[in-house]
């Protein structure tokens, strides 16, 4: 079993940026597909990035593509998730979560583990 925090979230104004961390314990990351998940309230919870084991696959949400980044340091055992331009409807609980899969999913259901989130707020 993996256990997953994530850290790094806070209030920033629209335009600004902000880097998530997603730390691992009790299993190596890198045997993990890692995701980035986001709930704003009243919302179901949506897919934001995913990366593969290796980092040779990525993909994004179209709503973030070419604001933000994900990445992986598997010699770390950490994921992030660098967010710039941020909007104000980028602001929401932000989790972490891992799958055995080999291949990027963008289907919540589909992962096993999850972080706590971390709340990222961006006002106008």
């Known amino acids: 079993q993996v256990q997953l925090v994530e850290s790094g979230g806070g209030l920033v104004q629209a335009g600004g940026s902000l880097r998530l961390s997603c730390a691992g314990s009790g299993r190596i990351l890198s045997s993990y597909m890692m995701g980035w998940f986001r709930q704003a309230p009243g919302k179901e919870r949506e897919f934001v990035a995913a990366i593969n084991r290796s980092g040779g696959s990525i993909r994004y949400a179209d709503s973030v593509k070419g604001r933000f980044t994900i990445s992986r340091d598997n010699a770390k055992n950490m994921v992030y998730l660098q967010m710039n331009t941020l909007k104000p409807e980028d602001t929401a609980v932000y989790y972490c979560?891992?799958?055995?899969?080999?291949?990027?999913?963008?289907?919540?259901?589909?992962?096993?583990?999850w972080g706590q989130g971390t709340q990222v707020t961006v006002s106008s």
């Open positions: 979560a891992a799958d055995l899969s080999a291949v990027v999913n963008t289907n919540p259901t589909q992962y096993e583990y």
